[in-house]
């Protein structure tokens, strides 16, 4: 029969063990709530230098279609980046920056056919 010496030692092993698991699942949870809550500060940044590019390019005459959506997007991604609502904020500037080059590759396109 085990002695009480090693089950007093057995339950606080488990007990230790249990204790180190809450702690690092806990910190598992904070790291990704961490990363949920972090505002999109690079994607505003590329979908605005995209928009910004594409404008430079004559994409409002040339490819207006493309680039409004992406000023859509922008817009809609400030507007979700005030609600703090960050995860909907970078799926609009993602999607943003696409439809800005877009424009930009749809203007690019214009420009080669009129030049030839």
């Known amino acids: 029969m085990a002695s009480i010496g090693s089950f007093v ?15 690092v699942l806990l910190l598992l949870l904070c790291l990704f709530a961490a990363c949920e809550t972090a505002p999109p500060v690079q994607e505003m940044s590329d979908a605005r230098q995209a928009i910004a590019v594409a404008k430079e390019a004559g994409a409002a005459e040339l490819a207006a279609f493309h680039l409004n959506a992406a000023e859509k997007y922008l ?3 400030e507007k979700k980046l005030n609600e703090r609502a960050y995860n909907q904020a970078r799926s609009d500037a993602n999607q943003a920056k696409m439809k800005a080059l877009d424009a930009l590759r749809a203007s690019e396109d214009v420009q080669d056919t009129v030049d030839n």
């Open 75 to 77: 817009a809609s991604a």
């Open 9 to 23: 030692w057995l339950s606080t092993y488990y007990k230790n063990n249990v204790d180190i698991f809450r702690t």
